[in-house]
């Protein structure tokens, strides 16, 4: 019974993904895209950038790519205010 229950919190854990994207993955993303923002396109340092996910956390969405922009705090903030 412990066993079974091991293994649907694992299959959960992995579903959510985890709540903080690792800094070694932000910098590779940030990295990929010259540390640029995806949505205005300008330039910035990488302490500037965020990651976002398009599909949230709590919708099942993880930090992996295709599920991962690179935006400005500016234009994160716009994302925020929708949801």
Do not use: S
């Amino acid at each position: 019974m412990v066993k079974i229950k091991i293994k649907r919190l694992q299959r959960i854990i992995k579903m959510l993904g985890p709540k903080k994207c690792p800094e070694w993955l932000k910098h590779a993303y940030k990295k990929a895209v010259g540390f640029a923002c995806e949505d205005c396109k300008e330039t910035f340092t990488e302490k500037e950038l965020e990651i976002h996910r398009i599909i949230q956390g709590y919708k099942g969405g993880t930090y992996r790519p295709g599920n991962c922009k690179v935006l400005c705090k500016k234009c994160h903030k716009m994302y925020a205010e929708e949801w």
